[in-house]
């Protein structure tokens, strides 16, 4: 709906800028549908991001959650039937399951491109942050956590601007991820309340273990980016991909 109203708005300048491109030998070719015309233009692009950026303020949290459950039950399924998903996928996998842990930990995700399927390229991909998620305790502080997805034996990797998940290397990319306004609330906290801001990694482990299960864990990630302290199973998956919450919590 939104290129449509575009096109007919801009009707005539798509049009002189369809005639100009060098894709089009022949008058003839105007019969075609504009879209196909601009179908490898820079406009067409910068129409296709919009639209993109308009159907994701159109859905709902709980749409978006909903959509992440199934697609990751889907993913873990075709990962247990032996199927090999790209690194892209897997990195939106890991941050769509890492969405929903915390949220069932009690936290609000707070990125501004929240992953919906295997296909997206938002989150992680234009931010470089895979999760930043906020808390509001009961004396009404607010704790955050700003956390890397990784799968399997992937590790946290050195970057120009530091470790991966270092103090630094989140800095430069906060402000990109959640907002100037939150990022500053973020930075605020962490100069007043240190332990109030923490860097998790959340790995997926695909091996199956005795009872069918596979499972995530979480660990730390001090200032300089290197992880820390023992590992911790938070939840695992059953063969079809359901989520079984782990019974032994504190």
Do not use: C
Request: a negative charge; glycine letters at 6%; proline letters at 2%.
């Amino acid at each position: 709906m939104f290129l449509k109203e575009i096109i007919r708005s801009k009707g005539n300048e798509l049009l002189e800028k369809a005639k100009s491109m060098v894709k089009i030998n022949d008058l003839k070719d105007l019969d075609r549908p504009i879209v196909k015309l601009l179908a490898d233009s820079d406009v067409y692009a910068s129409f296709e991001d919009n639209k993109e950026i308009t159907e994701d303020q159109e859905i709902t949290e709980d749409e978006i959650n909903e959509r992440q459950a199934t697609e990751i039950k889907e993913a873990l399924k075709r990962i247990r039937n032996g199927e090999k998903l790209t690194n892209d996928e897997l990195g939106n996998l890991g941050e769509m399951m890492m969405d929903q842990h915390y949220i069932s930990e009690g936290y609000k995700p707070l990125n501004n491109n929240r992953v919906t399927s295997l296909n997206d390229n938002k989150g992680g991909f234009k931010t470089g942050i895979d999760g930043v998620y906020e808390k509001t305790n009961l004396d009404g502080s607010k704790s955050y956590v700003v956390a890397d997805a990784k799968y399997n034996t992937s590790q946290l990797s050195e970057t120009k601007d530091g470790k991966q998940m270092s103090d630094n290397w989140v800095d430069k990319r906060l402000d990109n991820a959640v907002g100037k306004e939150k990022a500053d609330e973020i930075r605020d906290t962490k100069e007043d309340s240190p332990d109030s801001v923490s860097h998790e990694v959340y790995h997926i482990d695909p091996n199956v273990d005795e009872k069918g299960n596979t499972h995530t864990d979480i660990q730390k990630v001090d200032s300089e980016g290197n992880k820390f302290g023992n590992k911790t199973i938070v939840e695992y998956f059953d063969i079809d991909g359901n989520r079984i919450e782990q019974l032994n919590k504190s």
